[in-house]
C-alpha cells in the first residue's frame, strides 16, 4: 500500500533502501535526479577502495536505520498532538475560570445548580406520578359509582332492555306562572307609562341659554299633560341643534322623574357691518346668530372699513377677510379677546387693532397676522404691565416699532 505523501519520512531520502519516485510535477527534482543505486559489486569495490572487508558489510543496516527513523517521526508528532491537546486542555481551563469569574459562577455554583436540577426533576417526575395515580383512583371511584347506580342486568352508562326506566320530572307550574305573571306585568306597566292621560314627569332647561321651556316643549310636541315617556325625544333634538341660537343640545335624566335638556347657545365672537344699515353679530364659526340696525352690545369687537354681504339668521358667511379675522381671534386668550374693542381693515386690507387704552397695533394682512401672534400678545402684556403710553405700535417689521 502507498503511504501519502504527509507520511513520506523527510530522512533518508535518496538512500539505496528508499521508495521515493521521481515526481513529474516538481521541476526541482528534475533538475537534480535521483543518484543511480549501487549494486553490489559497486558496494564491494567501494569497501576495497575504502580498506573496509567486504565480508563485513551489513546489507540490512540500511532498512533498519530507514525503520529507526521513521519509528522516532511518529514518536515525534504523536508527542507534539499530545502537547497540542495538553495546551488545548489548559486554554479551555482558563477560558472556564474567566467566564466563572466573570459571571460569578464557581465550581461550587455550578455543582450546586446542577444537583438542584437533578432534585427538581426528581421532584417534578414524583409529582407527575402522584398526579397519575390521583388520576386512575379518580376514574376507579367514577366507574364505581356508575356501576353501583346502574340498574340490574346493565352495565354502567348503557341503558338495559330489562332495567327500569327513569321517572320523568314533572313541570314546576309554580314557576311558570310566576314567570308568566311577571312578563305580563312589565308588559302592563310599559302600557300604562305610555298612555296619553297620565301625567308623569316634568322638562327642565339648563344651561344659561336663550331659548325658553314654552320653546322647548313646541319642539318636542310635548303635550298637557305631560309625559316624558311619550315625549318625540330624537325631534327635539333636531329642533334644538338646527336653531341657530344653539351651538349643542343633550338630554339628561335627573332623579325622580326629571328630564333635562343641556343647551349651549353660541357666543359672538365679531359685529360686522352689511350691505345696507344693518349689522350682523357672528360667533366664532361665521354663523349668523343676530341682526340689528347697530352695534347691540360690547361682548365682541367690531369691525370697521368693511362690509359682508346680505345673510339670514343661522347662515354662515363666507367672506375671507371676516372668516381670517375670526381665525386669528380664535387662537387669543380670552383675556386678551375682552380688551380688542376694534378692528380696523384698510385699502390695502391691513388689520389695525384698537385695544381699550386706545393703542392701536398694526399687524398687517389676516395672512401675515398669524405670523404675528407672540409678538402681539408679548406686547399687549407689556403694555398692560408697564402702562406704556404710545402713539401707535407697528409689527409689520421684523421688530416690533413702537411711536411714542
Excluded at 345673510?311 to 381665525?327: A, K, N, P, S
Excluded at 387662537?331 to 386678551?336: A, C, G, H, R, V
Excluded at 409678538?375 to 416699532?401: S, V
Aim: hydrophobic share 35%; charged share 35%; net charge positive.
Amino acid at each position: 500500500m502507498k503511504r501519502p505523501n504527509w507520511l513520506r519520512p523527510q530522512i533518508g531520502q535518496g538512500h539505496p533502501g528508499g521508495r521515493d519516485r521521481l515526481r513529474p510535477d516538481r521541476e526541482e527534482r528534475k533538475e537534480s535526479p535521483r543518484p543511480r543505486r549501487l549494486s553490489r559489486e559497486d558496494d564491494n569495490r567501494k569497501d576495497r577502495s575504502a580498506g573496509t572487508p567486504a565480508a563485513g558489510r551489513n546489507p540490512q543496516g540500511t532498512r533498519s536505520t530507514f525503520r529507526q527513523e521513521m519509528r522516532a517521526a511518529r514518536l515525534r508528532q504523536e508527542e507534539r498532538r499530545q502537547e497540542e491537546e495538553k495546551r488545548r486542555a489548559e486554554r479551555e481551563k482558563v477560558r472556564q475560570e474567566a467566564q466563572a469569574y466573570i459571571y460569578g459562577r464557581t465550581e461550587e455554583a455550578e455543582r450546586k445548580a446542577l444537583e438542584d436540577r437533578a432534585a427538581g426533576r426528581e421532584t417534578f417526575r414524583a409529582r407527575q406520578e402522584q398526579k397519575a395515580e390521583a388520576l386512575e383512583k379518580k376514574e376507579r371511584r367514577s366507574l364505581f359509582r356508575k356501576r353501583k347506580k346502574a340498574p340490574a342486568g346493565t352495565e354502567a352508562g348503557k341503558p338495559g332492555k330489562k332495567g327500569k326506566r327513569r321517572p320523568r320530572r314533572r313541570l314546576n307550574w309554580a314557576r311558570v306562572l310566576l314567570l308568566l305573571g311577571s312578563a305580563a306585568l312589565l308588559i302592563a306597566s310599559y302600557v300604562t307609562l305610555h298612555q296619553p292621560w297620565l301625567a308623569f314627569g316634568r322638562l327642565e332647561v339648563a344651561g344659561n341659554t336663550a331659548v325658553t321651556l314654552d320653546e322647548v316643549k313646541e319642539m318636542g310636541d310635548a303635550a298637557e299633560p305631560l309625559n316624558i315617556f311619550n315625549l318625540n325625544r330624537k325631534k327635539l333634538l333636531d329642533s334644538l341643534r338646527s336653531d341657530y341660537r344653539v351651538e349643542k343640545a343633550e338630554l339628561a335624566l335627573g332623579w325622580p322623574n326629571i328630564l333635562k335638556v343641556v343647551i349651549t347657545d353660541r357666543q359672538p365672537a365679531l359685529y360686522v357691518a352689511m350691505e345696507g344699515t344693518r349689522y350682523a353679530k357672528l360667533d366664532p364659526t361665521g354663523h349668523i346668530i343676530g341682526l340689528a340696525d347697530g352695534i347691540t352690545g360690547g361682548d365682541a369687537p367690531f369691525v370697521s372699513g368693511w362690509h359682508i354681504a346680505q345673510g339670514e339668521l343661522g347662515g354662515v358667511t363666507e367672506d375671507e377677510e371676516i372668516q381670517g379675522i375670526l381665525g386669528f381671534l380664535g387662537k387669543l386668550d380670552p383675556d386678551l379677546k375682552e380688551r380688542i374693542m376694534e378692528i380696523h381693515v384698510d385699502d390695502q386690507k391691513s388689520l389695525k387693532i384698537y385695544l381699550h387704552n386706545g393703542i392701536p397695533v398694526i399687524l398687517g394682512t389676516y395672512e401675515n397676522a398669524d405670523s404675528k401672534l407672540k409678538t402681539f400678545k408679548a406686547i399687549c402684556q407689556e403694555l398692560e404691565a408697564k402702562k406704556i403710553k404710545a402713539q401707535y405700535i407697528d409689527l409689520t417689521y421684523e421688530k416690533p416699532y413702537i411711536k411714542l
